[in-house]
């Protein structure tokens, strides 16, 4: 049974940066496609960032690229999710989520993968 943890969540300002935390458990988590997904109120939940299983590989929403940085760490079995220069349309429920079998055709699609955090909250003022 995978567990995902969230935390580093928090209120910000315009401009600021956070770093999001997922611990993993229960199974090898290089094995895993890892996501992140955010989703603000009365809306749908939408893709953010994934690494491939070795984090070879990163994909991001147009939106955040070059401004969110995913990254993971195989030895702790953890991924973050590094935001800088926030802006008030990223706040946000930030989900992690992973799956063993994806492809890369499925990265960005939320109901593709298996495992879910509980989410944290990022809020970004004006």
């Known amino acids: 049974q995978v567990q995902l943890v969230e935390s580093g969540g928090g209120l910000v300002q315009a401009g600021g940066s956070l770093r999001l935390s997922c611990a993993f458990s229960?199974?090898?988590?290089?094995?895993?496609?890892m996501g992140w997904f955010r989703q603000a109120p009365g809306k749908e939940r939408e893709f953010v960032a994934a690494?491939?299983?070795?984090?070879?590989?990163?994909y991001y929403l147009d939106s955040v690229r070059g401004r969110f940085t995913i990254s993971r760490d195989n030895a702790k079995s953890t991924v973050y999710l590094q935001m800088d220069s926030l802006k008030p349309e990223d706040t946000a429920v930030y989900y992690c989520?992973?799956?063993?079998?994806?492809?890369?055709?499925?990265?960005?699609?939320?109901?593709?993968?298996?495992?879910w955090g509980q989410g944290t909250q990022v809020t970004v003022s004006s």
């Open positions: 229960g199974a090898t988590f290089s094995r895993y496609v």
């Open positions: 690494s491939a299983r070795r984090g070879s590989n990163t």
């Open positions: 989520a992973a799956d063993q079998s994806l492809i890369l055709s499925e990265f960005r699609n939320s109901a593709a993968y298996d495992w």
